[in-house]
């Protein structure tokens, strides 16, 4: 009796303990959109491989096994994406990873044009999470940046 209390007690602190440490006190990766380019498509969906960097402010590597995303460009969403890819990102290191995107064509050519009216410049917004860090939990991250079409 004592032992299945003693077994409780311990798999009770020790989620509180994760649950208290969320991340562990990782600082969150910096994802930045490297390239954009055209994937096979069909009239009513437009399929993009993008290119995403992934920089470790840590000290300690991350390992995770995939990443999910959303994507705005000028403030509208354009697209969700998600990676099944194993990532690893050395300490204080940084790495590439390539993923697919699915969006409208009329969402698409409404931010084409105005990149082509402008100055040739998107402005993104990337959210999403590092899924199963470090095979414990996810580690969020968000960031904004330019990104000039070619």
Request: net charge positive.
């Amino acid at each position: 009796m004592k032992r299945h209390g003693l077994a409780g007690l311990l798999t009770l602190l020790l989620c509180l303990w994760l649950t208290g440490c969320g991340t562990f006190g990782l600082k969150k990766p910096q994802v930045s959109l490297v390239d954009i380019r055209p994937a096979a498509s069909t009239l009513l969906e437009q399929n993009f491989d993008l290119t995403l960097r992934l920089q470790n402010p840590n000290s300690v590597p991350l390992h995770a096994s995939g990443l999910s995303f959303d994507l705005s460009v000028a403030g509208q969403h354009m697209a969700s994406g998600v990676s099944n890819q194993a990532i690893n990102v050395a300490a204080l290191g940084e790495s590439e990873i390539k993923v697919r995107v699915h969006t409208s064509l009329g969402s698409w050519l409404k931010q084409l044009g105005k990149a082509l009216q402008g100055d040739g410049k998107l402005e993104y917004q990337l959210q999403g999470r590092l899924e199963d860090l470090q095979g414990i939990a996810s580690l969020p991250f968000s960031s904004k940046g330019e990104w000039k079409l070619p």
